[in-house]
């Protein structure tokens, strides 16, 4: 199991905040333009008529309790008292349809935007070169789709709408009170940079131990994830207690993270309510106070008529709860909001990663061949093909055999620039040929079938492929003339048969069995209880290891390449099953070109070429008699004085 990289996910974000979230919302409005705006809107009335209550509070002591208080019939309040009730009735059932509307839409934007982000995340990922994946741990990439998605429904569902309900009541709050008196709303603003203080303290310390918290999650879950994937090497080797203690270290880093993220988490809310009723005892006191002494009111249409009126204390006192409680709301989502555009930048980066490369132009496609060799492109599938090569130096178009006709020329190759692992090596393959490579762990054996597949570029020399520089040819169409069996079988969930045709999508059910029967796998799968039909799940942990590695040269040999690539494709075969699968692969092998590696040498001594790779370079190359009669390192491999590490 691959590990995680610990500095890798999640951290907080690299980009400006509000690049990103400017970046997120437009992501949000590309497809839900008309939901958003509407969102928006609902979520604008619901914050405006939850504040609406303050006014009416008022306007009812202004307008009903004042006059009653001096002698006012009931008569001439009435009128007043149910307009203000009708008001106050119509503006809630205005923020009732608009709450459940924004929360219903946004839990289906919030669904179908995660779709469209795993889609595009998804679409991308299958777009990226080799290299990608192997300098990504697979838990690495795997925790976008997770953990980072998780956190961004979290951000989009409730964070966004929450925060731009309180930033929405907020600002209306504030406007409101300015209208209603300075002096008390220099008060309220006092405690609001209280507020602020504490909340960049407390809420900047929980987030940056949440953001903690999330890393060693993405550990534990890698550790369990690698001890399930191990627990028969972990008991063989009575292992157990040690992965305990090593289980125990990690637990505690997430639990010493998890207390910390939560210590500070938990008081936030507390301290910003009780500082909110702090300001709520101190706007109290300073309206008694200016009631007393009898001082004018001033907002921001100026001095008032008299002093500040009950109904303004009154109303005060509830909006600058509103107030505090809102600027609370704000403040909790810190961890969330961190949280969800660390996330966010982890998609996108993901996103940004850059396609695999393909400048190639010569495409492999259908092609009738007559008695006099002459090549004609066809639409229908005739069992032969060749290169379609457009010239551009004149517009003409010629057409090539494909053969399987491979030569490397002078070829040097390294995985970074500054490490060659491949230096001058040159491969002659004509077509029908077998050539094999042998060589200690590390020698490039596997290096040069990738340079064949062009999962890498090579650093110098020339690749060709039927006299076609490989450059030249799409990787798609390059690819789809080679077969390959790897010596890690990946077998996919789903039936044998769907497994066998993933090699050819239109193949049939008959060419599929045909395949099986080359392969030597078709008596074992019809042993199964549902034969072809039988689900594979679970890396087809019901099968063995032999069992596997028959159905992966069953779906290569369905495809029908011109030229196949064997790496180390029969060394998780025992020695008997190995017997029946070389019969398979030697009739696989007729009429291509095939590349093999091989630990076995019994396995090669076939082949019409053997080359011995020894650091990145060909050291000795030639027949099996050849090389034997030259008493070089493959004779000491063959007879035992070296053995292959």
């Known amino acids: 199991m691959s590990k995680r990289k610990e500095n890798a996910r999640p951290q907080p974000p690299k980009m400006h905040s509000f690049k990103l979230l400017g970046r997120l919302l437009s992501y949000l409005f590309h497809y839900y333009k008309i939901s958003m705006i509407l969102v928006f809107i609902s979520i604008l009335l619901t914050a405006v008529a939850g504040i609406s209550s303050s006014i009416f509070l008022s306007l009812v002591i202004d307008q009903v309790i004042e006059p009653v208080t001096n002698g006012a019939t009931w008569e001439a309040v009435r009128e007043p008292l149910f307009f203000i009730i009708g008001g106050m009735g119509a503006m809630y059932l205005v923020a009732l349809a608009a709450s459940i509307f924004y929360n219903q839409r946004m839990a289906i934007v919030t669904q179908g935007f995660l779709m469209y982000i795993r889609n595009d995340m998804f679409n991308r990922m299958q777009t990226l070169p080799i290299r990608y994946f192997d300098t990504h741990t697979h838990g690495d990439i795997m925790s976008t789709y997770t953990n980072d998605t998780d956190a961004l429904r979290q951000l989009v569902s409730q964070s966004i709408p929450q925060t731009f309900y309180s930033i929405v009541a907020a600002v209306t709050l504030f406007v409101i009170m300015l209208v209603y008196s300075i002096w008390l709303m220099i008060v309220v603003l006092a405690g609001v940079a209280l507020m602020v203080v504490v909340a960049k303290y407390v809420g900047g310390n929980s987030a940056k131990h949440f953001i903690r918290q999330q890393v060693v999650i993405g550990k534990t879950e890698g550790f369990i ?320 290891q032999g069992q596997r590695q028959l159905i992966s040269i069953a779906r290569a040999a369905v495809a029908d390449p011109p030229v196949m690539i064997l790496d180390e494709a029969t060394s998780s075969i025992d020695t008997r099953t190995e017997a029946l699968v070389q019969r398979g692969m030697d009739r696989l092998m007729e009429g291509r070109t095939v590349f093999v590696i091989a630990h076995r040498l019994s396995t090669i001594q076939n082949s019409d070429a053997i080359m011995v790779l020894d650091h990145g370079r060909i050291i000795e190359r030639g027949s099996h008699d050849q090389l034997i009669a030259q008493k070089g390192t493959y004779y000491q491999l063959y007879t035992g004085a070296f053995e292959l590490e």
Not at 314 to 337: E, K, P
Not at 439 to 444: F, V
Request: proline share 2%; net charge negative; aromatic share 8%.
């Open 225 to 544: 994830e690698e001890m399930m994937g191990g627990q028969k090497v972990i008991k063989v080797f009575c292992h157990e207690e040690q992965a305990k203690r090593d289980f125990d270290k990690i637990n505690d880093e997430l639990c010493d993270a998890s207390d910390q993220a939560n210590k500070y988490g938990n008081i936030l809310m507390p301290a910003i309510m009780n500082i909110g009723h702090f300001v709520f005892v101190v706007v109290a006191i300073v309206a008694g106070i200016l009631v007393m002494v009898g001082a004018r009111n001033l907002s921001i249409v100026g001095f008032t008529e008299g002093v500040v009126s009950v109904s303004v204390i009154v109303a005060f006192l509830n909006m600058s709860r509103q107030f505090t409680l809102n600027i609370g709301q704000v403040s909790m989502q810190i961890n969330a909001v961190v949280m969800g555009l660390a996330g966010a930048e982890r998609i996108f980066e993901l996103l940004d990663e850059q396609p695999e490369t393909d400048d190639g132009y010569v495409q492999l496609v259908n092609a009738h061949i007559d008695e006099n060799g002459n090549i004609t492109e066809c639409a229908e599938r005739t069992g032969k093909w060749a290169w379609r090569h457009p010239h551009k130096a004149d517009g003409t178009v010629t057409y090539t055999e494909l053969t399987g006709d491979i030569q490397l020329f002078d070829v040097d190759f390294g995985y970074v620039p500054e490490k060659i692992v491949l230096h001058d090596v040159s491969i002659y393959a004509k077509p029908g040929q077998k050539i094999a490579f042998v060589g200690a762990t590390g020698a490039g054996k596997t290096t040069i079938t990738n340079l064949l597949n062009r999962f890498y570029d090579i650093a110098d020399g020339k690749i060709r492929y039927d006299g076609i520089n490989i450059n030249k040819i799409k990787k798609s169409d390059l690819r789809r003339s080679l077969g390959i069996v790897l010596q890690d079988t990946n077998l996919f969930t789903g039936t044998i048969m769907e497994n066998i045709r993933y090699g050819k999508l239109d193949a049939t059910d008959e060419e599929c069995i045909a395949a099986a029967k080359l392969a030597n796998a078709h008596d074992f799968i019809t042993r199964l209880p549902e034969g072809y039909n039988t689900v594979l799940r679970h890396e087809a942990a019901n099968l063995s």
